[in-house]
């Protein structure tokens, strides 16, 4: 059987999209990838329709690293809604209760805050793309069905009260992978005694990453054609850790990382992940060192 040939060029490169309000993260990426008229792509990590901000966006080559960009923490800011719960736990469900929140006050909402500091145990909302038995939780959701689910670690690094002006409390949040702020609003709310949801939530930070660029701007730039598009994409490299060293490899040691052999690098770290760089400077893969101190092609490259 021939093999189907991809429709598009490749494009190699992280794109940093500020993701907008009321398209999911699929469609995002579906009408950025037409937009560069690229063969492959891959955003990392889901935002909700609710959601804006940054999303990036894995092209070609880089699609190899993304899920680096998936266990980055992230940086959110939110708005809860307190007083109402929901059935998918954020304004895009159907009410499901109302309580008073009348009396709540700012200092009640600070004390509360104080629960969710550090590492917690949080019970992913059925309204999620987690599987039981191979089926998403929200397919089960929506047939009305709800099954058990574990709680899991996370870690909030920052949690702040932004601005309180009942019944609706901004907050800002640094935190691990995987932390639903959906449920997290949720869950405060319960601390409270008064229920609450989720009404606005935008992505600032995926990592060392804050800076974005908008789909208008994008559309705006395509006029002037593929190339002026590209200079938006940055390099496949820095989807990685920027605490992982450089190694610089001779043409010999590039030829033989190539061929998926382990080599000796002199003064090369001791342990870990590493970027690989051949000859001429071009970044061609994740090198981690063995046992033995030699340093062996984890991921590489294309090209």
């Known amino acids: 059987m021939a093999r189907r040939t991809r429709k598009g060029r490749p494009v190699n490169g992280l794109l940093l999209l500020d993701k907008p309000l009321g398209i999911s993260s699929n469609a995002a990426l579906q009408r950025t990838k037409t937009l560069f008229q690229a063969q492959k792509a891959g955003h990392t990590g889901s935002l909700d329709n609710l959601a804006t901000g940054l999303l990036p966006l894995c092209f070609g080559e880089a699609t190899k690293v993304s899920g680096y960009l998936l266990d980055a923490d992230k940086h959110y800011r939110a708005v809860c809604k307190l007083g109402e719960t929901t059935t998918t736990a954020d304004a895009e469900g159907d009410i499901l209760h109302t309580r008073p929140a009348e009396h709540i006050q700012a ?82 709310g319960e601390v409270l005694g008064c229920g609450a949801h989720l009404v606005q939530l935008r992505r600032l930070g995926v990592g060392d990453f804050s800076d974005m660029i908008d789909f208008e701007t994008l559309q705006t730039v395509a006029e002037q054609g593929l190339q002026a598009l590209d200079e938006y994409l940055l390099p496949v490299e820095n989807a990685l850790p920027q605490t992982w060293p450089d190694i610089h490899l001779s043409l010999e040691l590039t030829d033989w990382i190539k061929q998926g052999q382990a080599v000796q690098i002199a003064k090369a770290p001791s342990s870990g992940l590493m970027k690989l760089f051949d000859a001429q400077q071009r970044f061609i893969g994740i090198g981690e060192v063995q046992e033995d101190g030699r340093i062996k092609p984890k991921r590489l490259m294309l090209g």
């Open 107 to 188: 200092s009640d909402v600070e004390q509360a805050l104080k629960a969710f500091r550090g590492d917690i145990l949080q019970v992913p909302p059925m309204y999620s793309a987690l599987k039981r038995n191979g089926q998403p939780l929200y397919k089960l959701a929506r047939e009305g069905k709800t099954v058990e689910r574990e709680a899991r670690p996370v870690s909030i690094h920052h949690l702040e009260m932004l601005n309180f002006t009942a019944p609706l409390v901004e907050i800002d949040v640094h935190c691990t992978k995987g932390t639903y702020i959906r449920t997290l609003a949720e869950d405060i």
